[in-house]
C-alpha cells in the first residue's frame, strides 16, 4: 500500500513547511519539502502517474504527527458502563490522537503481570489506535517491577493521593523502595491525603456532607498538591528515579521544575511534569458555570494558577500536554465536592482545544507538537512514533484552521454521551487521522476497522 499526502503544511521538529509525505506499507518512506511552485508543479505531476494507492489533498490543512496521550482512564476492564476501549479509542481517533497510555486504577488493577496480559489481549481486539499501559504501584508489589517487560510498558503509575480506585501508597517505607526499585519513568499522581481530609472535615462542618463543588479546589489545595509534589521530588533526587508529575495544577509546583532539554533523542532533565487540558482551559470560577462537569482531581485552581500552566508551556517547566480523560456517566457526576466523582472525557476535543491557544497567542503550532508529539515518544522512549521522519509508522493527523462546527451530542464518541465542551464553536477541525499509515477517522466518521497497535518502548 503506497499513500501519498500532498499539499498541507508540515508541523515537525520545530518547522513549519509545505510539503509533501510518503507512506508505504505503514511508514513514512519519504517527507519532501516544497520549495517553490515549480517543484510542487513536478511533484503533482509525479504523484499522479506514479503507482499511489492512495494521494490525500492536505491542501489547507496543517500536517502533525499523530497525538501521543500519556495519560487516560478508559475504564477497561471492570467499569465498562463508562467507557470501554473500543468507544475511547474512536473518540482519539476522532480528536487527532493516535496513541494512548492507560492508567492501571481499572478492575481488576493492573498490578499483576496477569492483568497486564489481559489489557494488551483486549487492545488488540478493539483498539482503532496505538496502545500502551501503565504498570500500577501498591504498597506491596516494587518487587515485581523487575519481571517486566520493558519494551511493553511506557512506566511505572504511583497514586501519592486519595479517590484514585483504592490504590493509594501511604507508608514512607514503601514509597522509598518504590522511587529505589523503579528505573522505568515514574509516573506519579501527587495529593496529600492527610490534608485533603482535613480540609473536607472542615467544610463539611460548615456546609454538610457534600459541600458545594465550588469548595472543591479549596479542599484538595494547593497545599495538598505542593506537599505531595515536593515529597515525590525528593524521593526522586535522592534515588535518581526518572519522575514524572502528571497533572501539575499550581503556580507553586511549577517551583520544583527545572525547563527540560533536549539530549539527542532523550528528554534531557529526570524530572519532568504534566499538565492537562482541563486546568488549561477551565479555572475554578467555571464552577458556578459547568459544575461538577469540570470536577477533577486534583482541582482546577484559580485563574493565576491557569496563567502560570499556560505560561510554563512555552518555559519549558511543562513537558508534556495529556488529558486525564476519564469518563463518568453523567448521573456519578451529580452532587458536590464530595459526592460528585472527579474526572472528565476530554480525549476527542483535546488537540482541538490546545489549537485555540495558538490562535489566542499563548504557544506556536510548532510548541504545540512538541508537548503533544514529540515529547511523550522522548519521554517515554516511544520507538518509531511521535515524529514525520522516514522510518517512523505513520501516525499522522491533519488539522483545518477557520473551519468552525460546534459540539453537540451526536458527535461526542466517549461511552459516556457528555462533554463539557458541548455548545462550544471552535474554529479548527480534525479533518484525518491515520494510525500506522491507514485512514481510521475521515469526514467526521470513524473507520470501523481495528488499527491500533501495541506501543514499543526503548527505555534509556
Not at 511549577?254 to 525547563?259: I, N, R
Request: glycine share 8%.
Amino acid at each position: 500500500m503506497k499513500t501519498l499526502i500532498r499539499g498541507g503544511h508540515v508541523v515537525n521538529e520545530g518547522r513549519v513547511f509545505d510539503g509533501d509525505i510518503v507512506i508505504i506499507d505503514g511508514n513514512i518512506t519519504e517527507v519532501r519539502r516544497k520549495k517553490n511552485a515549480e517543484q510542487q508543479q513536478s511533484l503533482d505531476t509525479n504523484a499522479e502517474s506514479s503507482d499511489f494507492n492512495e494521494i490525500i489533498d492536505a491542501s489547507g490543512c496543517y500536517v502533525l504527527p499523530g497525538v501521543i496521550d500519556d495519560h487516560v482512564h478508559f475504564r477497561d476492564p471492570g467499569l465498562t458502563e463508562k467507557a470501554d476501549i473500543d468507544t475511547e479509542s474512536r473518540a482519539a481517533a476522532a480528536g487527532g490522537v493516535t496513541s494512548y497510555f492507560d492508567m492501571p486504577n481499572c478492575q481488576p488493577q493492573t498490578t499483576t503481570l496477569e492483568a497486564l496480559a489481559q489489557k494488551h489481549a483486549s487492545a488488540q481486539r478493539k483498539s482503532h489506535v496505538n496502545y500502551a499501559f501503565f504498570y500500577g504501584a501498591t504498597n506491596d508489589n516494587a518487587d515485581t517491577f523487575s519481571t517486566l517487560d520493558t519494551t511493553r510498558v511506557p512506566g511505572i503509575k504511583l497514586f501519592m493521593g486519595s479517590s484514585t480506585g483504592n490504590m493509594l501508597v501511604d507508608r514512607q517505607d514503601s514509597l522509598e523502595h518504590i522511587f529505589k526499585l523503579c528505573r522505568l519513568p515514574l509516573m506519579v499522581h501527587c495529593e496529600d491525603t492527610s490534608i485533603i481530609q482535613r480540609n473536607m472535615a472542615s467544610a463539611q462542618q460548615s456546609w454538610g456532607q457534600d459541600p458545594p463543588v465550588s469548595l472543591h479546589a479549596m479542599i484538595r489545595s494547593e497545599e495538598a498538591c505542593l506537599q505531595s509534589t515536593r515529597q515525590a521530588v525528593n524521593l526522586a533526587q535522592k534515588y535518581g528515579t526518572r519522575l514524572h508529575v502528571a497533572h501539575i495544577s499550581t503556580a507553586e509546583e511549577l517551583e520544583l521544575f527545572e525547563p527540560y532539554s533536549i539530549s539527542g533523542n532523550t528528554i534531557g532533565t529526570r524530572i519532568t511534569a504534566e499538565a492537562c487540558v482541563g486546568h488549561l482551559l477551565f479555572t475554578q470560577l467555571d464552577h458556578e458555570r459547568l459544575g461538577s462537569r469540570i470536577k477533577v482531581n486534583p482541582a482546577i485552581k484559580t485563574p493565576v494558577d491557569q496563567f502560570m500552566l499556560r505560561e510554563a508551556l512555552t518555559d519549558g517547566r511543562i513537558t508534556v500536554i495529556a488529558t486525564d480523560h476519564a469518563p463518568h456517566l453523567l448521573h456519578q457526576k451529580e452532587g458536590g465536592a464530595a459526592k460528585a466523582a472527579s474526572g472528565m472525557p476530554m480525549i476527542q476535543f483535546s488537540l482541538v482545544s490546545m489549537l485555540e491557544l495558538v490562535d489566542e497567542g499563548i504557544l506556536t503550532i510548532q510548541r504545540l507538537v512538541q508537548l503533544m508529539c514529540h515529547n511523550p515518544a522522548l519521554l517515554f522512549g516511544v520507538c518509531n512514533r511521535g515524529f514525520l521522519r522516514p522510518g517512523f509508522r505513520a501516525d499522522i493527523t491533519l488539522v483545518r484552521p477557520n473551519s468552525a462546527w460546534c459540539v453537540n451530542k451526536d458527535c461526542i464518541l466517549s461511552k459516556c454521551g457528555w462533554s463539557p465542551m458541548e455548545g462550544h464553536q471552535y474554529q479548527w477541525r480534525v479533518e484525518r487521522t491515520l494510525c500506522n499509515g491507514q485512514t481510521v477517522y475521515a469526514n467526521g466518521h470513524v473507520i470501523n476497522e481495528v488499527l491500533g497497535e501495541a506501543i514499543t518502548f526503548s527505555h534509556s
